[in-house]
């Protein structure tokens, strides 16, 4: 991969939508990341799993934000669009902007109606 000019991530997937998943928590992972060793190995921070784990999103983004190149979100629980759950996300997206994070953030959740209602959020945010 590193020859290629790619990187790999590993991406923590909560083991309560997904029992017995691998690595189901950030500091897991970054464990992970750690042992390979390989300068190209980074995380996938997915801020709906990090809830969903019981992890603090905001200490998570601080503390990995060095081997973070991918942040998903999604509200919990449910994996709805923002305001559908108890994440306060503009609150991360706030730390995400303060941080100078460069890299990709995209939604992965499932609309509670169609698509283009669901993203009312990303409205009331801009």
């Known amino acids: ?7 790999l991530l590993i991406e923590p997937i909560n083991d309560k939508d997904i029992r017995g ?5 950030s ?23 990090t809830a969903m784990m019981g992890d603090d999103g905001h200490a998570i983004l601080e503390r990995y934000r060095p081997i973070i190149r991918h942040i ?10 923002p305001g559908t759950g108890v994440i306060d996300l503009a609150a ?12 990709w953030v995209s939604a992965e959740y499932r ?9 009312a959020w990303l409205r009331a945010t801009a």
């Open 1 to 7: 991969m590193r020859a290629a000019g790619l990187d």
């Open 21 to 25: 998943f691998f690595v189901p928590t």
């Open 27 to 49: 500091p897991e992972a970054a464990g992970v990341i750690e042992e390979v060793g390989e300068p190209n190995f980074f995380l996938q921070c997915d801020l709906y799993h």
């Open 72 to 81: 998903q979100f999604a509200d919990a629980p449910g994996r709805g669009e």
């Open 92 to 103: 991360l997206f706030s730390r995400i902007d303060a941080s100078g994070y460069a890299g």
């Open 111 to 119: 609309p509670s109606a169609r698509t283009e209602e669901s993203l």
